[in-house]
């Protein structure tokens, strides 16, 4: 195939809209990361160490910032819709390695949005209505795609709604900690107590990577790059901020839970989040904190299914596969990338856990990320002087970013077993098939025009 460059965009007459400013893409990354893995995984993240709950969380911000470092870069010097797949052609001008990382990036991304609708079916909607969690996942598939349809604005502006609304349920979380640590009720040698559970380095390292689920979604914004105006400006000031706001955030309410439920109830409770509050002195219902959790998970599922098909969009558009997904519907959205992740993400919702969903996501992403840290070196050699002007960080840190990336991908997956490699081969494997197809048809116009 000829160099991406110099294939013709399938949306030829139409672009996408730059709609965002700086405050909404703020608050895009900021709601992308926020709340479904806090409130959905921090349960499982106790079984596996207990009172050191907060740990996991601090050492996977830790790589989590690593590779933002990497991302800022990269999509202040080359802003674009496929993101880390348009880098890797930079970087590399190999279409196999740019394809490969982009579709994977788009995979995590179906993933992340069946997992988190699968979750909308869980314990909180149970503080509701009892629904089988099957049904449950596609109508919100479902509802999302047609959020995703209308336009980037209008799914920002919902997003923004819903982080509020999550916002404030972590915030009423940080509350009762700070009111049961003032009424003396905290038990400060819980933060390293783990109970009957024993961890060693084995155990950290899977609670790590659960962990670093709640802080993905900073890579899907940059797949807004498009969208976004003066996105040299706007994007590391959103990337950076965000991830910080939210680290906080989490690591105040993670020393809540620690300090406050003992070590062996935070383990085995279905919601440990309200638990915290059952302990604080404010009269919060089960209900309101439920209706809180369950926009927090709907508002991440949101923004993934939204970029999964922007990403999608921006492999089509540069030839990598059928560019019928790359069209651009009279709303200025792609239409038919969002029916086919949307498809996609119906099928693993009916057919996988919250725990097997969030375990694919997580490889998929950090194989990525080993990728990205890698690329920044890469780039930085291969361009020299000719590279776009931007922020650059120290070589160590795309160099940490990429051994932490890779290490914590390969015990997970020697850790998740046949039914985890099975899962992110067959997504991987979808996208095999689409670029065969692509190079297949382009090959046939290639002989046409002799």
Excluded: K
């Excluded at 604080?280 to 949101?302: E, S």
Aim: with cysteine; aromatic share 6%; hydrophobic share 55%.
């Amino acid at each position: 195939m000829p160099p991406a460059s110099s294939l013709p965009a399938p949306s030829a007459g139409r672009s996408l809209r730059r709609a965002l400013g700086p405050w909404l893409l703020g608050i895009l990354v900021v709601g992308d990361i926020l709340g479904a893995g806090i409130y959905i995984l921090v349960g499982e993240v106790a079984t596996e160490v207990g009172g050191l709950v907060w740990a996991p969380f601090v050492g996977a911000l830790a790589l989590a910032a690593l590779t933002v470092s990497s991302y800022a870069e990269l999509v202040t010097a080359y802003p674009h819709a496929a993101g880390s797949a348009h880098w890797m052609q930079v970087a590399y001008r190999r279409e196999t390695v740019s394809f490969l990382v982009g579709f994977a990036v788009a995979a995590s991304a179906v993933s992340t949005t069946a997992a988190l609708s699968r979750a909308v079916g869980g314990q909180y909607l149970a503080a509701f209505v009892e629904a089988p969690a099957e049904p449950v996942a596609v109508l919100v598939v479902l509802a999302l795609a047609g959020i995703c349809w209308v336009g980037i604005a209008e799914s920002a502006r919902a997003n923004a709604a819903m982080t509020v609304a999550e916002l404030s349920g972590l915030l009423i979380v940080v509350a009762s900690g700070v009111g049961g640590i003032l009424a003396g009720d905290a038990d400060w040698a819980r933060l390293t107590d783990s109970g009957t559970t024993e961890p060693g380095v084995p155990a950290f390292l899977a609670a790590v990577a659960l962990a670093f689920f709640a802080y993905l979604g900073f890579e899907d914004a940059v797949h807004l790059a498009e969208e976004v105006r003066d996105p040299g400006r706007a994007f590391p000031r959103a990337l950076y901020g965000g991830l910080a706001v939210v680290g906080v955030l989490y690591l105040a309410v993670t020393v809540s839970a620690s300090v406050l439920v003992e070590a062996d109830a935070l383990a085995t409770s279905e919601t440990p989040l309200l638990a915290v509050i059952d302990v604080g002195p404010f009269p919060v219902t089960d209900r309101l904190f439920a209706a809180l959790a369950l926009l927090a998970v709907t508002n991440t599922a949101l923004i993934a299914l939204t970029t999964a098909s922007r990403q999608v969009y921006g492999l089509a558009e540069q030839g990598s596969i059928p560019p019928l997904l790359g069209r651009v519907g009279r709303r200025r959205t792609p239409g038919p990338a969002i029916v086919a992740v949307a498809s996609v993400a119906l099928v693993l919702a009916v057919t996988g856990g919250v725990r097997e969903l969030a375990d694919t996501t997580v490889v998929l992403l950090l194989g990525v990320f080993t990728m990205v840290n890698i690329t920044v070196l890469v780039v930085r050699h291969r361009t020299g002087a000719q590279r776009p002007p931007g922020r650059r960080t120290p070589a160590a840190v795309p160099v940490l970013g990429a051994a932490g990336s890779a290490g914590l991908a390969v015990h997970a997956l020697v850790t998740g077993g046949g039914a985890l490699v099975l899962r992110v081969g067959l997504l991987l494997g979808i996208g095999l098939v689409l670029h065969a197809l692509a190079e297949r048809n382009q090959l046939r116009r290639q002989r046409e025009g002799r």
